[in-house]
Structure formats: C-alpha cells, structure tokens
C-alpha cells in the first residue's frame, strides 16, 4: 500500500500558475493508477485527472482540460499536476489518489480511487 504527501499549494492571482506534486512512499508504484481531486468549500469532489501507470494515458474533466496537464515520474515516485491559467473556480483542496489497477483511468474514476493524501490548498484570488 502506498502513502502520498501533497506540495505545492499556495496562494495564487487569476491568471497565474501552480506545479502540485504528489509525492509516494511504498513498492510498485509504478503499477498504480494516480490522480487527483479537488473539493472546494461547499461541494462534492470533483474528479480533475488521472495518469495510467506509465503514464502513457491521461484524462481530464473538462473544466480543467487545456489549462492542466499530469505527469509523472516512476524514478522518483511522483506525479505531478502543473496547473496554468487558474481561476478562482480552482480554489480548492487537491488530494492526489491512486488505485493498483491495470489499464487507464477517468478523471471521474478517480473518487472512488482507494489510497488517498492528505491534501494541499490552493486558493486563487486576486
């Protein structure tokens, strides 16, 4: 079973730009699925993106698609989430998740992914 720490959240301006990571501990995690949800105050999670295992497969939600991209890196046992053009809609807390499974992944799948961080905020505000 794999652990994950979240980084690089923090304040941000409309417009500007964030690289989250999701750093795990643990074997094999180059056969999970991972990838994150946000959950902004007052509303359910939200399914952003996903990454197959080596990462030859990414997924969206469509309120995110041309401003995030996902990537990882299987050396170094993370995945990242480079966010550009942030809105305030954005604000919200990302978790990074990740399920050892075969194949792809929605960014919808993600929810219900069973190994979860603890999450880091990202506000966007001018």
């Known amino acids: 079973q794999l652990q994950f720490v979240e980084s690089g959240g923090g304040l941000v301006q409309p417009g500007g730009s964030l690289r989250l990571s999701c750093a795990a501990s643990?074997?094999?995690?180059?056969?999970?699925?991972v990838g994150w949800v946000r959950q902004a105050p007052g509303k359910e999670r939200e399914g952003v993106s996903c990454i197959s295992s080596r990462g030859g497969r990414t997924n969206y939600a469509d309120s995110v698609k041309g401003r995030f991209a996902i990537s990882r890196d299987n050396v170094k046992n993370t995945v990242y989430l480079q966010m550009n053009n942030l809105e305030p809609e954005d604000t919200a807390v990302y978790y990074c998740?990740?399920?050892?499974?075969?194949?792809?992944?929605?960014?919808?799948?993600?929810?219900?992914?069973?190994?979860w961080g603890k999450g880091t905020l990202v506000t966007v505000s001018s």
């Open positions: 998740a990740a399920d050892f499974a075969p194949g792809g992944c929605t960014a919808d799948s993600v929810r219900a992914m069973p190994y």
């Open positions: 643990g074997a094999f995690f180059d056969r999970y699925l």
